[in-house]
């Protein structure tokens, strides 16, 4: 079984195991970046996420992983590099957008995902400030069929506070289903 398959079935067992926030919120955005010699390392979105499945669902994660592999597997959390991120986010984006027009651009100085949702359009746009600091700005656009016009509504994040804000909307978003 290759290592994605591996995951999955690991992933599903973990979903039984757990509650479905639970699951939601630490495990479902994870991956199996590698398992060699029976040593395997799993990545998290962010660090948070990381310490709190080592500390409270190591053992059940490692249980449920010797069980699929047969084996006694020794365990590595890690956070996935900066530079993988954007592609889990356009995969996100896609699980998301469930037949929704969806747009990725990524520019020199600009990170853009455009989601259509009927009558609106959500814009994901990482900028830089002018001192080079980026920032997430999220904007909604809303047409109004009965005016013609569009009302938009905006949401500026900056790093120091993008972790926490990403896990209360995963949070709030397992909640949803």
């Keep these: 079984m290759d290592k994605e398959g591996l995951w999955k079935s690991v ?5 039984r195991s757990v509650s479905k926030l639970t699951f939601q919120t630490h495990f479902a955005h994870t991956q199996l970046a590698s398992l060699v010699d029976n040593v395997a390392t799993i990545s998290f979105p962010n660090s ?3 310490r709190i499945v080592e500390t409270r669902y190591a053992v059940l994660v490692k249980s449920i992983l010797d069980h699929h592999t047969n084996g006694n ?5 890690t956070v996935i590099p900066k530079d993988q991120r954007l592609s889990m986010l356009e995969k ?3 699980q998301l957008a ?3 027009e969806l747009k990725f651009t990524v520019g020199e100085n600009k990170q853009s995902i455009r989601l259509r ?3 609106r359009t959500y814009f994901f746009n990482i900028q830089p400030t002018k001192n080079g600091q980026k920032y997430l700005e999220i904007t909604e656009t809303r047409f109004q ?5 569009h009302k938009r509504a905006s949401l500026v994040l900056f790093p120091e506070k993008a972790q926490e804000f990403a896990q ?4 709030m978003a397992a909640r949803l289903v």
Excluded: M, P, Q, Y
């Excluded at 992933?11 to 979903?15: I, S």
């Excluded at 069929?145 to 016009?149: P, Q, R």
């Design 92 to 94: 996100l984006a896609g």
């Design 11 to 15: 992933l599903a067992e973990l979903e």
């Design 48 to 50: 948070l996420l990381c």
């Design 117 to 119: 949702a009927g009558t």
């Design 98 to 100: 469930l037949g929704n």
């Design 168 to 171: 209360l909307v995963s949070e």
């Design 145 to 149: 069929t009965k005016t013609a016009d």
């Design 73 to 77: 597997s020794r365990l590595i959390f």
